[in-house]
Structure formats: C-alpha cells, structure tokens
C-alpha cells in the first residue's frame, strides 16, 4: 500500500485510524471543490473507470474483494464518503444529495468525463442520485442492497419499516453517543448477513465512529434519512417525476434484515433499462458475502 498526494492538498483524519493495506491498492487525498476526500485506487489508469460507493457503517475497505476481482478490467476508484472513513467531516452535508455532487466535484478533480459506479447502501442510493440528476456523466450502474427511489406505498410494505429501527436510534438524541461507543454499528454489521462475511471481524469499521465528528455524521446522516422516509410514505419527494435513463442492474441479498424486498416493485415505469436480481442465502452485506458473485456481474453488465 502506498499513499501519495497526486499534486493534491492532503487532509489528516484521525491519527489512529491506519489504512489497511489491500495488494495493488493506492491511497491519496482529493480536493473535490473544498472537500478533502480520501481515495482508494487500483488497475490501470487508462482503463474504464469505475466509482465504487461504500454505505453505512463501513468504509471503502468493503470493496477489498471486488478491488481485487475487477482491477484488471478496470481503474477502480474508491472514495469514503463526506464524514466517513478517511475523508474530511466537516459537520455539514451528510445527505445523499451532497454525497451525489461530492462525486461529481470528484470526477471533474480526477479530470474524469464519465464513469460507471456500483454502490451499495447508501452509496446504492447516491448512485440512483448520480443516474437520475447527472446522468451525464454515468455510463452505467450496478446497485447493491438499496431501495431505489419509487417504492409502491402500500400497508405491506409500511409495515415492514421494522426493519429499519436503528435509522430511528441513529437519528435519536443519543445517535451520536451510541454510534461513538460503536454498539449500533457493531449491531448492525454482526446480525444483518446470511454467512459470516466479515471472518476478520468489525472493528475496522467500528474505530472510525469513535472520533466524536464521524460518530456526528451518522447521526445527520440517519436524521436526513427520516426525513426523505416521511416525504416517502406521504407520495411526495422530489424524486417521484423524476426519470432513471442510466441502465442499471440491482442487485439484492434475499436474507436482507434491514431493507425489505417489498421495497422494490415500483420502478418499472420510472426506469428506462432497470434489472433485478434477487441473491438467494445473502443479506444485507452481499458485496461481502458474495464479493466473487457481485464482480462477476459488474464485469458483465458494465463491459
């Protein structure tokens, strides 16, 4: 593992917090229209690029086993989000409209036209952003384990909000001592899989919630969450009329303890190229799970 500054202006997140090492793997940090973001990067520089988004509670290390899979097809690009891993938390922005125009202030400082991304979680939901409002600029996407934007409201799937009790505890007044002491987080990563995808264990991903200003950004984070969760279930949002043109492929981990698969009709009318695969004996954490499954597709689907 090496790390460089690539003529950029390099921005120290928490000293504790060493980069693990993956083979083949280089680290700096981008200055994306003010924001210091730290970047993981393997293949070949003149490859198709590809942007690779990390959800909650983890980091771009989720993608060790894709990054190793497809960085001979690609040049693979994987940045922490605003407020997460190694990139600047600067108390503010933690929504995925701003993570979706942080990745765009990403490409134009990487002098990158277009690319394709795969994202998972919340990095699967600011991809659907990505598609929907800079088109332009995404090839095409590959989505793991996150709802897309036009879910049918019906009772049934109401009812299955259960499912997603800890954005209701992350968002609470004690969202931010709870994710600082790394019990939600931990929770979370532990009981939501089929297998065990984590064999090394959690804690990784757990020491970047004790500096008290990334434990802060999941708080907002989960705050944001709420809010675009009632604007849903009332009909409303801004992405309702909105139209998906990038071709996608969805796909979902089965065993999801955390998002419901009735979630998921509902895009048909208001997606122009949509697949979705479900992923038998998976959860939440496919990307995880099932790194061999999730590269083989995205080789697929984005060659």
């Known amino acids: 593992m090496t790390a ?9 997140a928490d000293p504790l917090l060493d980069l693990p090492e993956v083979e083949g793997v ?3 940090f981008v200055d994306a229209d003010g924001l210091q973001v730290h970047v993981a990067e393997a ?24 990054i190793e899979r497809l960085s001979s097809h690609f040049r693979l690009i994987a940045p922490d989000l605003r407020g997460f891993g190694w990139t600047e938390a600067p108390g ?6 701003t993570f979706a125009s ?3 202030a990403l490409l134009d400082a990487l002098e990158i036209e277009t690319v394709s991304v795969i994202g998972h979680d919340w990095g699967g939901w600011t991809s659907f952003l990505l598609g929907i409002d800079h088109a332009d600029r995404i090839e095409r996407m590959v989505v793991c384990n996150s709802p897309h934007p036009w879910p049918r409201v019906e009772p049934r799937s109401v009812l299955e909000t259960w499912r997603s009790w800890y954005a209701l505890v992350n968002a609470s007044p004690l969202g931010k001592w709870l994710a600082q002491s790394t019990r939600i987080p931990e929770l979370i990563l532990s009981r939501g899989n089929a297998g065990d995808p984590f064999p090394e264990g959690v804690d990784l ?7 008290p200003q990334r434990a802060d ?8 969450y709420l809010r675009i969760f009632a604007s849903g279930v009332r009909g409303g949002g801004t992405l309702r009329d909105k139209r998906l043109t990038v071709p996608t492929l969805l796909l979902f981990g089965a065993a999801d303890r ?9 895009y048909e009318s208001h997606a122009d190229e949509m697949e979705l695969e479900m992923v038998p004996d998976s959860g939440h954490f496919l990307v995880n799970e099932k790194p061999e499954l999730v590269a083989r597709r995205a080789l697929a689907f984005l060659s």
Do not use: E
């Open 205 to 211: 991903y757990l020491k970047q919630f004790r500096d």
């Open 258 to 266: 955390y998002v419901s698969p009735r979630l998921l009709p509902g």
């Open 102 to 104: 942080d990745q765009v």
């Open 217 to 224: 950004a999941a708080m907002k984070l989960y705050r944001y």
């Open 26 to 28: 280089k680290h700096r």
């Open 43 to 66: 293949g070949d520089a003149d490859a198709p690029p590809v942007l690779l988004l990390h959800g909650w509670p983890q980091h771009w290390y989720m993608w060790r086993g894709v």
């Open 92 to 97: 503010h922005g933690y929504d995925a409209d």
């Open 4 to 12: 460089s500054s690539g003529g950029t202006t390099a921005f120290s």
